[in-house]
């Protein structure tokens, strides 16, 4: 199973021994968790409603295949877990039609916003996706989702106690773990907002990227 964290942390953070929930629910349960956890601290751009975003060009190659997006780090889209082209990205050349012509995405860099397209276009590129304030790996952000999901673990065993002393216990554990990701939510979404890159609006080129880049870091 591909996740945020592992089943073995989960059931160390949890405290939830396999005698009172088996690999297979624990594992759907983190599946499950991944979607909903997304929701809390991924930002969409270009969703129900919005407008896509058009995408910065970039000097490269003069291929015209090379794009940016304005925000960054880039988000898990679909919740596999996974950082991955035209599922975590959705790009398009042409929105004075109804239906916007779609374009394949090559390569894509989550930290960066750089975007490497299949082919050349003549037109402007627009997007859709989320960006997030989590550096992907993060001891931070794993913590976070493993407190989420003992949450939803104990809420579960809530739902399927047989006996008060497992319902009055799930329901002190679920109560506890929910304050735990609480509070690693607001520092996650909170202060660490600032790791969000937002891109000026002006073209740049490549070396001028870099120099940007290497500003941040220093």
């Not at 199973?1 to 009172?20: F, K, P």
């Not at 295949?65 to 950082?83: E, N, Q, R, S, V």
């Not at 809530?158 to 929910?178: H, M, P, Q, T, Y």
């Amino acid at each position: 199973m591909t996740s945020y964290t592992s089943l073995e942390v989960v059931r160390q953070i949890s405290g939830i021994a396999t005698s009172t929930m088996d690999d297979t629910t624990m594992s759907s349960v983190m599946s499950m968790a991944i979607s909903l956890f997304n929701l809390e601290v991924n930002i969409e751009v270009g969703g129900a409603g919005e407008d896509y975003e058009l995408l910065r060009a970039a000097d490269e190659d003069d291929t015209n295949t090379i794009f940016y997006t304005k925000h960054f780090p880039l988000a898990d889209m679909d919740g596999d877990a996974t950082f991955s082209p035209n599922t975590d990205i959705f790009c398009y050349d042409d929105l004075k039609q109804n239906l916007p012509s779609s374009v394949t995405v090559s390569t894509m860099d989550y930290s960066t916003g750089k975007i490497t397209l299949s082919a050349a276009t003549t037109d402007s590129v627009y997007a859709r996706y989320q960006y997030t304030s989590y550096e992907k790996g993060s001891k931070e952000f794993e913590n976070c989702f493993a407190y989420f999901c003992a949450m939803l673990c104990w809420d579960n065993l809530i739902n399927v106690a047989n006996d008060v002393r497992l319902g009055d216990l799930s329901v002190s554990r679920k109560n506890r773990f929910e304050g735990l990701y609480k509070k690693a939510l607001s520092k996650l979404t909170g202060p660490l907002m600032t790791v969000i890159k937002t891109r000026p609006n002006a073209i740049l080129t490549s070396a001028e990227y870099q120099d940007e880049l290497r500003g941040e870091e220093n």
